[in-house]
């Protein structure tokens, strides 16, 4: 989001229609002793999203004021390089994060209890995008959240509205597997994303290059 109009474009449509309800749910969470939360890039729409895209907490690129796919950080670039090789338009998916509150530093590792806290947040965000059918879980915080959401006030939830969890390697290059090459964590994350386009029913875009 380096573009300032990108910028100024996504401030005055946060409280368009398709993303007002996240919009709202973001206010309602922004507290002076937990810190700042992004909101969540307008492109999205809470109705035509598909998959949701978890990942620990807001990084680097969110001083932007947004959680979003086109941010100025290595995970951003590196979903839409997954994006791009599976073919997936972003428009059928929805960013949010385990922890949904700015750490210092924009840092990524979350406590337990931090983790913890995420679970309301995420069961009213779930709430807010009822056609999800895909959850891809980015690393070992996003898995642990949804384990902590079914086993408290989640239940069958997931299960009851057939919505999928993918578990997907980490986004940020740290904390890639070291038995395998970033390249080779990057193929991992191609092909489990086309798994939840199958699931989906989303075609895959054409390259008419």
């Known amino acids: 989001m380096s573009d300032p109009d990108y910028v100024s474009d996504c401030q005055e449509r946060v409280h368009d229609e398709n993303i007002a309800p996240i919009t709202q749910l973001c206010d309602s969470l922004k ?3 937990k810190g700042t939360v992004p909101y969540v890039d307008p492109f999205y729409d809470v109705d035509g999203a ?8 807001p990084g680097p690129g969110t001083a932007s004021g947004f959680l979003s796919h086109e941010n100025d950080d290595d995970s951003s670039e590196r979903l839409l390089r997954v994006f791009a090789a599976a073919g997936l338009d972003p428009k059928h998916t929805i960013p949010w994060t385990v922890h949904p ?12 209890d931090r983790i913890t806290s995420g679970i309301k947040p ?12 895909a959850i891809m879980a980015h690393g070992g915080e996003a898995q642990k959240l949804l384990k902590a959401f079914a086993a408290t006030i989640g239940g069958t939830v997931l299960t ?3 919505i999928k969890v993918f578990h997907v390697p980490a986004l940020q290059t740290q904390s890639a597997n070291k038995k395998l090459t970033p390249e080779e964590i990057e193929d991992q994350m191609v092909e489990t994303y086309g798994q939840a386009m199958r ?5 895959p875009l054409v390259n008419e290059g």
């Open 160 to 162: 009851d509205k057939a």
């Open 50 to 57: 598909r998959i949701l895209v978890l990942t620990p907490a």
């Open 199 to 203: 699931l989906c029913g989303i075609r």
């Open 31 to 33: 507290t002076a002793d």
């Open 122 to 133: 995420f069961n009213r965000f779930l709430k807010k995008v009822p056609r999800v059918v």
């Open 101 to 112: 509150w700015t750490q210092d530093d924009y840092a990524l590792n979350l406590t337990k």
